[in-house]
């Protein structure tokens, strides 16, 4: 029986207000991370004073005094956090080679308009390619790919967007380095049971959960995945913008005649964004700001009814009569495709900020004439709005603004775009470089840290990556997410905090039989999961996992596998998992959409992979 001592209550405190932030996100999920590291850090010297002063018996026992700080800043040195950080550069050098586009593009010559070989064709590629390059990077680069072919063959992308994002889930456990879950949750069992995952070491489990989840959105998956948007796709109609845009023409009396259009109309109070100017026949889009306004100027604008009364009476405009803007118009004339939908990706430098605040106007060129979260349709007063990772922008702007957008890390665009930046002639030696990173980790010549570390090495050297897009390559949330988590496991293990929750689960074994508790973990690590960061529950379960299977005389390995499987299956809500949130948006879906798809595909899961570790590793030791 575990006696609860402060440092249990220490680490049980930070853990429930972590979880809360890590549920509610006041602030990005690695802050919170290094929040928790640092409450940790300041924890344990602090108890000091108190035992000083009387309150406490003896310090705290978060970490060995004997290397104090450095287990609690053993996150920046773990092999876990470094192999993640060389994997997002090898999944970058790939990925600039265009390959896995240009894969993407080829299943669209046997698709059709086969709303079932569209599916199988998606499902089929995300899933091998999630196993070798970072699951996250496979969606953000497939998910433009999987739009344009569900438009060219009539099909809604709602059909097809959340099966990418499931497929890209189970394909990340086909391998070790699929996803950073499964780096860490090696790093952790090495550490704890001196056994850590191999490359291929889960791969037969990963083929049989592929399989059955193929099977499942192929049938009862596909009927229950909603038809949120219309096959054939009108993006003004879809955002709903017909009462949010018209065209008024400037008369000769207007007091904005010889005024810049920067300090005429943008820098009002009125609630207003320019789209186009129209002059003479010609159409000028983004920058608009500089240009001096002349009578007869017709603008096409993105404002509500009254905003617009309001602006005729002041500013001396007409309406344009008979006009309805619409997006034949807004992608018509030489500028080429001017409206797209820009999804906010994970680790942008726009979550936090607002359109006004980070001057997206003058940044980019471009207009945002609505916004979507979720269900929720924004088209007034969005320029004071905090931007979040998943938002989806509709905006306007010329093809050129498009493509420094397309190039951009803090978005993806949710259309494919035509680029000619590919590096087509290293795709052999990119490949190459994986392939050798992955053989030598297999074969065990070399630990996977020090094979990952060579192969973002060779990337730079090769020129498949130039040396100034390796920070852009690193999603340096998810680094300090894990610098900031690991010590917390830590800190579980020394309090006695994982041995007093093994103490509850194990409980169960009371009235269920060894393959039921297992299966109470997984089932907890998956609700877990779909409300905090993928890593925070590994971090958090695998230490209890261990101490329960000890406690029960079972297979550490066997309830370590089954939180890592767990972990990456956060099927049933959008914030549970990052690639759940890039789909959110373009594909239109609803909070209970998630649900409805995610539960039976969880509950399934569940019965599989406990089944399958029985069978292929047993319970006991």
């Known amino acids: 029986m575990v006696t609860i001592t402060p440092s249990i209550v220490v680490v049980s405190a930070i853990i429930l207000v972590a979880l809360v932030f890590f549920a509610t996100e006041p602030v990005p999920v690695d802050v ?6 640092v409450a940790l850090m300041l924890a344990q010297p602090a108890s000091e004073w ?17 290397n104090y700080p450095g287990q609690a800043l053993s996150g920046f040195s773990s092999t876990a956090t470094l192999t993640v950080l060389a994997m997002f550069i090898l999944s970058e050098g790939v990925q600039r080679t265009g390959i896995v586009q240009m894969l993407g593009a080829k299943i669209a010559s046997f698709t059709g308009d086969s709303e079932s070989r569209q599916l199988a064709a998606t499902i089929g590629v995300v899933g091998p390619i999630s196993g070798f390059i970072n699951n996250t990077a496979a969606v953000a680069i497939l998910l433009p790919m999987v739009t344009d072919l569900a438009e060219r063959g009539g099909t809604s992308p709602s059909k097809l967007l959340l099966p990418l994002s499931y497929a890209s889930m189970f394909g990340g456990m086909l391998t070790l380095i ?7 949750a090696s790093d952790l069992s090495g550490r704890l049971i001196g056994r850590s995952f191999t490359m291929f070491e889960f791969t037969s489990l990963g083929l049989i959960v592929s399989a059955v989840g193929t099977v499942y959105l192929l049938t009862a998956g596909r009927w229950l995945t909603p038809e949120r948007i219309k096959p054939e796709r009108d993006l003004t109609e879809e955002f709903e913008m017909s009462d949010y845009l018209t065209e008024v023409t400037v008369r000769a009396d207007s007091p904005l005649v010889g005024q810049q259009v920067q300090r005429a109309l943008v820098e009002t109070d009125f609630d207003v964004d320019l789209i186009q100017l129209i002059r003479g026949g010609e159409v000028f889009l983004e920058p608009l700001g500089p240009k001096e306004i002349q009578a007869g100027d017709v603008f096409a604008l993105r404002t509500d009814r009254d905003t617009l009364v309001d602006l005729l009476d002041v500013e001396g405009m007409d309406l344009v009569p008979n006009v309805t803007v619409d997006e034949a118009e807004l992608e018509a004339g030489e500028t080429g495709q001017n409206l797209v939908e820009l999804v906010v990706a994970p680790g942008s430098s726009l979550v936090g900020e607002s359109l006004a605040s980070a001057s997206f106007r003058q940044r980019y060129d471009a207009t945002v004439l609505a916004l979507r979260r979720g269900g929720e349709l924004i088209r007034r007063r969005m320029d004071n709005i905090t931007l979040r990772v998943g938002d989806t922008l509709l905006v306007q702007a010329t093809t050129e603004s498009i493509g ?4 951009n890390r803090d978005f993806i665009v949710a259309q494919e775009i035509e680029r000619h930046d590919y590096r087509e002639e290293k795709i052999p030696v990119a490949i190459g470089i994986v392939a050798v990173v992955v053989g030598l980790a297999a074969l065990n010549v070399i630990p996977i840290v020090v094979s990952a570390l060579a192969g973002a090495l060779a990337m730079v050297v090769t020129r498949c990556l130039r040396p100034t897009e390796l920070y852009d390559a690193v999603q340096w949330d998810v680094i300090f997410l894990l610098a900031g988590v690991i010590p917390l496991g830590i800190a579980m293990e020394n309090s006695g905090a994982a041995a007093l929750l093994a103490e509850f689960v194990v409980m169960t074994g009371e009235f269920l039989p ?15 999961t779909n409300v905090v960061s993928n890593n925070a ?4 379960m695998i230490p209890v996992a261990v101490e329960a ?16 499987f767990a972990a990456s299956t956060a099927f049933m809500t959008p914030v549970g998992y990052q690639t759940n949130l890039f789909v959110y948006g373009p594909g239109g879906y609803r909070f209970t959409d998630y649900l409805r798809v995610g539960a039976p595909l969880q509950l399934l899961f569940a019965g599989v992979t406990t089944l399958g570790i029985a069978a292929l590793w047993g319970l006991t030791p």
Request: aromatic share 10%; charged share 5%.
């Open 32 to 37: 919170t991370a290094l929040g928790v590291m």
């Open 50 to 66: 108190f035992v000083a002063f009387g309150l406490l018996a003896e310090p705290l026992s978060l970490f060995d005094p004997e």
């Open 178 to 184: 699929g996803t950073s879950t499964n780096i860490l």
């Open 404 to 407: 420094r957008l397309d190039n």
């Open 514 to 528: 060894l393959l039921g508790v297992l299966a109470v973990f997984y089932l907890v690590t998956a609700l877990l």
């Open 537 to 540: 529950s590994v971090v958090l």
């Open 549 to 564: 299977a000890q406690t029960l005389g079972a297979s550490a390995f066997a309830f370590i596998l089954a939180v890592t």
